[in-house]
């Protein structure tokens, strides 16, 4: 039975905005209070999922979350009208206004960790859902998104869908942003590899004196979280690697590994300052990866910090990348990368020296995802990526798994229920939540999974 890789993409939702609500994300920062343009963002996200579908991997999408949150508003003690509320919050408190609006759910690599059934103690899939707890703005999205994989993957002899770990700071978890599988192949047992920012608990010893003290931004991913989804998944600790992010490199706007690296079966490409102690690192990766049946030697490509600043890395976003193996050119992969690094000199080098090497990346392609770029989330951030057999795939929601004709629908959709632009001002607009209320109705009735949103009252 076949095990291919499917991308389940986030759909960006009508209410795309620059709040700059994510300390330590520079991208979202530095646009901060710029004019939005939700149409075009939806536009390129569906453009990007196209063309891995059309590489012939299997693509599926998470729907956008009903936005403005009112619920959170009124449990927050705004009362009255939809208007009448959303007129006072701007008044009384436009940032937390932002936060209840926010699309940031397009990013699904923050949705959940996923293990395949072929690494999990129990033979099915396991996916939890990140609680977020860091950011407000994302910590309200956690009820919604596991409403929704709970939706998608329904059938409980193949799926397991966890309840989020508890929203707080010492289990602060913000999903496959801060994981990657290696492995040979995408079928059999392969290895899982969980980055953390911080320690959670005291008591970390030299690590938490490492990574401790007086620093620009604090690490976002904990340890305890992401020991807890090894434990939770029924993972054979053989098989599972932790690692420590480098704080240099968090201070710099590294705010999630999968903006300093990527990986895809036996090859990870990462910058020289991603991690603490990487000859540790990258040595139990090899020697782990070694034991798995049938592997291929771990095969790791540096960027070296000469090439390529940390600095550069969080502008351009060269390693929040899609590596994909190639359908139909065994051991072959494509680089997807945002548009930015062909725009970056030093990037455009790093890339064309990657691609004229020896290895297994033999393509590098551009995507253009900026309205997404400008808010910090390059073209990894859009996708979950999720491991799956023909009969686990044949058991998902069908109405989220995209086919020409769906792209079709799903574009003609965005034209109908998206604005072109969006100012942080519009935010209050009532019409903007009726808006939002009708395209969500339509996408149920697209995708066949309910997607309930407040009346307009």
């Excluded at 006072?88 to 609006?101: F, G, H, I, K, N």
């Excluded at 990348?321 to 548009?339: F, N, W």
Aim: contains cysteine; charged residues 25%; proline residues 6%.
């Amino acid at each position: 039975m076949q095990t291919r890789e499917v991308n389940f993409d986030g759909l960006v939702g009508p209410t795309h905005n620059y709040a700059g609500l994510s300390p330590g994300n520079l991208l979202s920062t530095r646009h901060a209070r710029d004019i939005a343009h939700p149409r075009a963002a939806a536009r390129q996200g569906l453009a990007k999922m196209r063309r891995v579908a059309d590489l012939g991997i299997p693509q599926g999408l998470l729907p956008p979350h009903p936005r403005p949150h009112l619920d959170v508003l009124r449990e927050l003690g705004f009362t009255g009208s939809v208007p009448e509320m959303l007129a006072e919050v701007q008044r009384s408190d436009p940032a937390l206004l932002s936060a209840c609006c926010s699309a940031s759910a397009m990013w699904t690599a923050n949705a959940a960790t996923v293990s395949p059934s072929s690494d999990s103690a129990t033979n099915r899939v396991q996916i939890t859902p990140a609680n977020l707890s860091t950011l407000f703005h994302r910590s309200i999205e956690v009820s919604w998104t596991t409403h929704v994989l709970r939706s998608i993957f329904a059938d409980t002899s193949r799926f397991t869908v966890h309840d989020p770990l508890a929203g707080c700071a010492a289990l602060a978890d913000e999903g496959a942003a801060n994981h990657t599988r290696l492995s040979c192949g995408h079928a059999g047992p392969g290895v899982e590899f969980f980055v953390y920012g911080r320690i959670g608990l005291a008591g970390g010893g030299e690590v938490d004196e490492a990574i401790g003290g007086s620093r620009r931004f604090q690490g976002r991913q904990t340890r305890e979280a992401s020991e807890a989804i090894a434990r939770l998944h029924g993972l054979d600790p053989e098989r599972v690697v932790l690692a420590c992010q480098n704080p240099d490199a968090i201070d710099a706007g590294v705010f999630h590994n999968d903006v300093i690296a990527v990986g895809n079966e036996h090859v990870l490409l990462y910058h020289e300052d991603a991690y603490l102690d990487t000859d540790r690192v990258l040595g139990e990766l090899r020697t782990k990866l070694a034991a798995c049946p049938g592997s291929e030697a771990f095969l790791p490509l540096c960027v070296q910090r000469e090439e390529l600043s940390l600095e550069d890395a969080s502008d351009c976003y060269l390693f929040n990348s899609q590596l994909l193996s190639l359908p139909g050119e065994p051991g072959s992969m494509l680089l997807l990368v945002p548009t930015d690094c062909e725009e970056n000199p030093r990037a455009r080098r790093v890339l064309e020296r990657i691609e004229g090497e020896d290895n297994p990346i033999v393509r590098v392609e551009y995507v253009d995802v900026r309205q997404s770029m400008r808010n910090g989330g390059g073209p990894a951030c859009l996708r979950l990526r999720v491991q799956l057999t023909d009969d686990e795939l044949a058991s998902v929601e069908k109405g989220v798994m995209l086919d020409d004709a769906k792209f079709s629908e799903l574009e003609a959709w965005v034209d109908r229920n998206y604005r072109e632009d969006l100012a942080p001002t519009d935010l209050a607009d009532p019409e903007l939540s009726t808006e939002v209320e009708r395209a969500l109705t339509e996408l149920s009735e697209l995708i066949g999974i309910p997607l309930d949103v407040p009346t307009g009252t």
